[in-house]
């Protein structure tokens, strides 16, 4: 299981980054989004089940990772001062994927270029809803 736990503020981004694939996707998902949370507190949590017995078995055997699917869920929340009250907008997002794309993510490869990702997918879903 990859977690990965993103807070954006007006004057930083807080993350808790820490093995290759983490910090390739956080700064991946950080250049994707085109907004600056000026005004607002914008919370990430993606938690991705990644099947790793089942790729360790594909790799062993020569066969390709792309069989393996991951399910990506992610929980994005806007928290903000309307009218002198605190509001916050959560969403959620549901996604299956190859899970040969984190191979490839942890060896370097920009996936926010390939359009059938689940990073360029997940930024897409992230930038309507800060459109909202």
Known sequence: MIRLDLIRQKAAIQANALTKTQKA????IIHGIKSSPFAEEQSISIKIDDHPFQRFFMNFFDIDEELVKADLTVDFTRAYMENGKLTAKKYQFQDTFGANQLTELKEGKNLLTNKDSFISKLV???NKAIKD
């Open 25 to 28: 996707m956080k700064q991946q």
């Open 124 to 126: 897409k879903k992230i």
